[in-house]
């Protein structure tokens, strides 16, 4: 299906993000991609723009409120009416027992995982309601379902990423404006190395002996949910590898 939407992805320079920005300009979308690395957004949009893709690149962090309500409210009249926003930008940091877990950590992953998410939330959902059309999806987590050993306050953000798809989907029901909640179990992207603070070797072992899933493999069911016919709303989906079975039971060869 061709569309020609406005697709807003957070954290699009990497992993999950990027599959979706390269999924959904494929498809035929115009998108605003988000992120920190101003950079990687630069190379991001020269590779799509040379596909004749239009592409607006917007360089903050979504921990930085202000300056993410400037940037929104102060997009080009062109890029305003915004289709279809993918809250995808996050992490997870260490896997240390809850009481001995860094401070700093934590004020990150809530900051990132559920304030930045509310806050693009916030900016845009209000002028979808306006238009009576659109379409939020959430990136949350098999992590959210229940807590894995270590897993404890990222595990709870994306509970939270749960509990606030759910309360938007109760709250956009009398509109048009479709809620996803996209649940990924192990997908091999910059994940690990952010979460063991660039550890590589620990982060390459997260997926030995398992075939992980690819941020492509969830751009395809992101996509999907947004290309579902008008009155069909994916309101979740746990995507997991064939061989693993939950949060916590992951089968090695
Ligand atoms: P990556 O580390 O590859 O990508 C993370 C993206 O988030 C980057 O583009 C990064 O961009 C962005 N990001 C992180 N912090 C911020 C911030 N403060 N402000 C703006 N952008 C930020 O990991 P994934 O692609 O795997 O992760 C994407 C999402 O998927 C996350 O929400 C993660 O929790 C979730 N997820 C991942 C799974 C996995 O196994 N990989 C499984 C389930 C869910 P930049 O550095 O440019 O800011
Ligand atoms: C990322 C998947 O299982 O490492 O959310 O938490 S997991």
Redo the contacts with the bound molecule.
Sequence with gaps: MKMNRIVLI?????????ACARKFAENGDKLIL????EH??AEIKKELSAKGVEVLTLG????DRDKAIKYLENLPAEWRNIDVLIN?????LGLEPEYEGSYDDWETMID??IK?LLTMTRLVVPGMVERNSGHIIN?????GDAAYAGGNVYCAT?AAVKALSDGLRIDVANTSIRVTNL????????????RFHGDTARASNVYKGIQ??T?DDIADVALYAANAPAHVQIAEVLILATHQASGSVIVRK
């Excluded at 988000?34 to 690395?37: A, L």
């Excluded at 649940?183 to 952010?194: I, Q």
């Design positions: 957070t954290g699009a320079t990497s992993g999950i993000g990027l988000t992120g920190r690395n990687r957004l903050f962090d979504v921990r995808n930008a996050g992490l997870a990132t995982n930045g990136i949350g987590s098999v992590a994306k649940k990924p179990g192990l997908v091999e992207t910059n994940f690990s190395n952010t992980p899933l941020g």
